[in-house]
């Protein structure tokens, strides 16, 4: 009568011999899933239906539920995705990378887009960035690929 696969929560024995090996295959799909919704939610790494293989990245964390502190990286075919923030000091700190021949929409939670600083210098010094404005909750910047660091108040 099973509607999904069968799988033991328990199959290792305390003596480290397994259970009966039909229900043995240590992929739960939980696992997987959990993951996927750090990546994706915590540290913000996703991408666009129309950008499909991480060609067009979207790096959207959210920032709270008790965490002060967030790294994440994914390799893809075009290289490596990093996000990461940390909040200290009142500040909120965000480290992306973004891979060559990739583009990314980048949203910093943050409440004046003029508070906001990529490399110590304000988002509009910077030819690179483009400033998309306000998005739930969130300010909304276009960049290609390279390293950015911003900072900005909570």
Known sequence: ????????????????????????????????????????????????????????????????????????EFETYYGRIRSGWKLENNKLVMDVEIPANTSATI???????????????PLSASKDIQIRGFENGYFAIQVGSGKYHFITNR
């Open 1 to 72: 009568g099973a509607t999904t696969i069968w799988e033991r929560w328990d199959g290792i024995k305390p003596d480290s011999s397994f259970e009966t090996p039909g229900m043995n295959s240590f992929n739960h799909y939980s696992y997987g899933a959990i993951g996927d919704w750090m990546y994706r939610v915590v540290a913000g790494i996703d991408t666009y239906e129309e950008g499909a293989g991480y060609k067009k990245i979207k790096i959207m964390p959210h920032i709270g539920g008790g965490l002060t502190q967030v790294n994440a």
């Open 107 to 121: 949203y910093i939670p943050a409440l004046k887009g003029d508070a906001i600083s990529e490399n110590e210098s």
